[in-house]
């Protein structure tokens, strides 16, 4: 998204446009940014047992809560439902 700066003229000086911040080329949107914490969040939940306050804390939520709330949109399983889910069956395939 750009955004449109006006000219600004100042007493006797000539028209000057505000540069344009520089491309952080390491920026990541919002929403990739939230898709990767989901990721790390399933891998984590899939493999261990630590509390889902831990996991949500170690991903980048400080709230538990709206952690779950956002994990839920996804596969419409709370990460607990995931983990019985998903996290028996990663053990049974690998023999654990």
Known sequence: MQSHVEPTRSAGAAASVAAPAPAVPDAVSPARARTLRMREATRI?????????????????????????????RPNLTPAQYRRRFGAMRRALSGS
């Open 45 to 73: 939940l899939e493999s261990c047992v630590a509390p889902t306050e831990t996991i949500a804390d170690e991903v980048g939520y400080e709230d538990a809560g709206f952690f779950g709330h956002l994990f839920k949109l």
